[in-house]
């Protein structure tokens, strides 16, 4: 399935620049565009009961203050892994702007292609809040308007909430409770199965319908940034193994060969939430206790965006270097803050942010009409941008598997040993 995946991908991009040279589009995109949107939209359509499900099982099944102490160590692994990567971004990417081989007039021509207007979602407009409104939203006022508005952090915590009282009711209440969340996490997941069964064909017409509506000009005019924002994802994702081996304690052929099945999904699907299935039977098969990583994991395929800090500093600093747009360190400091918190809030799905983190570019001075023609490109990188979140998910597993595991010692003997003479 992930190979037909890859060759429905390669396929669509062919067949989309066809369209595209012959101008023969109204006919067939509106039928492509369906056909992805269906799609997306029946993966949407389980994320959050799927992973809601799994945090409740999760924290009703283990210690409870073992599996919230998991929990936010995973958060404080993953905000170490977005700062880091906002440093090495920071780091590297002026000097190679300066050498960039980029023409003004080439710049010209793009912003003469960018589109008029953009549609600014709900939860975009929603977000540009004072850093009190996130605060108070972690607690949901209204779980279905959370869950309508796709608001996955405060009903994450309402799950531990949930899975922490189960704790102090009847065990024989609690025993029938967690009998149906299991069984509706497990249906679930079957689920999810049926729909990558369709995933060949969705990959085909997202592609095509992407490629017939830019063409190859404008992949070629904005390469070299994609191949900026995509090395650098790439060497991070090589960073994450040695960090892996020494603080997850474990070998390198045994994490690579972990990683190498949910990286293929992401490839194929750009989804983290479709490559779940694949990450916890790697997060089984890496670790003696897989107990940690069934905790993790279907929380981290939401919420954890390793990739957030390094996409979206490098796609910031480039737009503010060739539309040469002054920006101080304050307002970086406060563009990373915005995109950190936003990270938390997106589902696992593919076709990037959808501009949930427009308000974070015009704040830090970029303009509306470049950060939506780099929203053009999302596809391309968005593959990167998923085989850096998949794998920084099964490290953060790992890792914290390591340190929240109790150390194997010898018993001490009952009989003190005493020496007749």
Same mark, same amino acid.
């Not at 890859?6 to 991009?13: H, K």
């Not at 959050?48 to 009703?60: D, E, Q, R």
């Given at each position: 399935?992930?190979?037909?995946?890859?060759?429905?991908?390669?396929?669509?991009?062919?067949?989309?620049?066809?369209?595209?040279?012959?101008?023969?589009?109204?006919?067939?995109?509106?039928?492509?565009?369906?056909?992805?949107?269906?799609?997306?939209?029946?993966?949407?359509?389980?994320?959050?009961?799927?992973?809601?499900?799994?945090?409740?099982?999760?924290?009703?099944?283990?210690?409870?203050?073992?599996?919230?102490?998991?929990?936010?160590?995973?958060?404080? #692994?993953?905000?170490?892994?977005?700062?880091?990567? &906002?440093?090495?971004?920071?780091?590297?990417?002026?000097?190679?702007?300066?050498? &960039?081989?980029?023409?003004?007039?080439?710049?010209?021509?793009? @912003?003469?292609?960018?589109?008029?207007?953009?549609?600014?979602?709900?939860?975009?407009? @929603?977000?540009?809040?004072?850093?009190?409104?996130?605060?108070?939203?972690?607690?949901?006022?209204?779980?279905?308007?959370?869950?309508?508005?796709?608001?996955?952090?405060?009903?994450?915590?309402?799950?531990?909430?949930?899975?922490?009282?189960?704790?102090?009711?009847?065990?024989?209440?609690?025993?029938?409770?967690?009998?149906?969340?299991?069984? #509706?996490?497990?249906?679930?997941?079957?689920?999810?199965?049926?729909?990558?069964?369709?995933?060949?064909?969705?990959?085909?017409?997202?592609?095509?319908?992407?490629?017939?509506?830019?063409?190859?000009?404008?992949?070629?005019?904005?390469?070299?940034?994609?191949?900026?924002?995509?090395?650098?994802?790439?060497?991070?994702?090589?960073?994450?193994?040695?960090? %892996?081996?020494?603080?997850?304690?474990?070998?390198?052929?045994?994490?690579? @060969?972990?990683?190498?099945?949910?990286?293929?999904?992401?490839?194929?699907?750009?989804?983290?939430?479709?490559?779940?299935?694949?990450?916890?039977?790697?997060?089984?098969?890496?670790?003696?206790?897989?107990?940690?990583?069934?905790?993790?994991?279907?929380?981290?395929?939401?919420?954890?965006?390793?990739?957030?800090?390094?996409? &979206?500093?490098?796609?910031?600093?480039?737009?503010?270097?060739?539309?040469?747009?002054?920006?101080?360190?304050?307002?970086?400091?406060?563009?990373?803050?915005?995109?950190?918190?936003?990270?938390?809030?997106?589902?696992?799905?593919?076709?990037?942010?959808?501009?949930?983190?427009?308000?974070?570019?015009?704040?830090?001075?970029?303009?509306?009409?470049?950060?939506?023609?780099?929203?053009?490109?999302?596809?391309?990188?968005?593959?990167?941008?998923?085989?850096?979140?998949? %794998?920084?998910?099964?490290?953060?597993?790992?890792?914290?598997?390591?340190?929240?595991?109790?150390?194997?010692?010898?018993?001490?003997? #009952?009989?003190?040993?005493?020496?007749?003479?």
């Amino acid at each position: 399935m992930t190979l037909l995946s890859i060759v429905g991908l390669a396929a669509g991009a062919a067949f989309g620049g066809a369209l595209s040279a012959t101008g023969r589009t109204t006919l067939v995109l509106p039928a492509l565009q369906v056909c992805g949107t269906l799609w997306m939209n029946a993966l949407r359509m389980v994320a959050l009961p799927l992973a809601l499900a799994n945090v409740v099982c999760s924290m009703a099944n283990t210690g409870t203050a073992r599996a919230a102490g998991r929990i936010a160590g995973a958060i404080a #692994l993953y905000l170490v892994m977005l700062l880091f990567g &906002a440093a090495v971004v920071w780091t590297v990417v002026p000097p190679l702007l300066h050498r &960039a081989p980029i023409d003004r007039n080439a710049l010209l021509q793009m @912003k003469a292609s960018t589109p008029e207007s953009v549609s600014v979602s709900k939860e975009s407009r @929603k977000s540009d809040g004072a850093p009190g409104d996130f605060v108070t939203a972690l607690v949901p006022r209204n779980l279905v308007r959370s869950a309508a508005n796709e608001e996955f952090l405060p009903l994450v915590i309402f799950a531990i909430l949930f899975g922490l009282a189960m704790q102090r009711i009847d065990p024989a209440d609690r025993s029938s409770l967690t009998r149906l969340t299991a069984g #509706l996490s497990q249906t679930l997941m079957v689920l999810v199965r049926w729909i990558l069964w369709f995933s060949p064909v969705a990959m085909f017409a997202l592609v095509a319908t992407y490629t017939a509506a830019t063409g190859s000009r404008l992949l070629g005019i904005l390469g070299w940034f994609v191949l900026l924002e995509c090395g650098l994802m790439l060497g991070y994702l090589l960073l994450l193994y040695p960090v %892996t081996v020494l603080a997850g304690g474990i070998s390198l052929r045994t994490f690579a @060969k972990a990683a190498s099945g949910p990286q293929m999904v992401a490839v194929s699907t750009r989804s983290s939430l479709a490559a779940l299935p694949t990450l916890l039977d790697a997060g089984d098969r890496m670790t003696p206790n897989p107990e940690t990583s069934r905790v993790l994991l279907p929380v981290a395929v939401n919420m954890f965006k390793v990739n957030r800090t390094t996409s &979206a500093l490098c796609r910031a600093l480039v737009i503010l270097y060739f539309w040469s747009v002054p920006a101080s360190a304050a307002q970086i400091a406060a563009f990373l803050s915005t995109v950190i918190l936003l990270s938390f809030s997106d589902l696992g799905l593919p076709g990037g942010t959808h501009f949930r983190t427009l308000p974070a570019y015009l704040a830090v001075g970029c303009p509306i009409d470049a950060v939506v023609l780099f929203e053009t490109l999302e596809p391309f990188s968005d593959i990167c941008k998923t085989v850096l979140n998949v %794998t920084g998910d099964l490290s953060i597993a790992a890792i914290v598997t390591r340190w929240s595991t109790p150390s194997v010692r010898e018993p001490a003997p #009952l009989v003190r040993e005493v020496s007749v003479p």
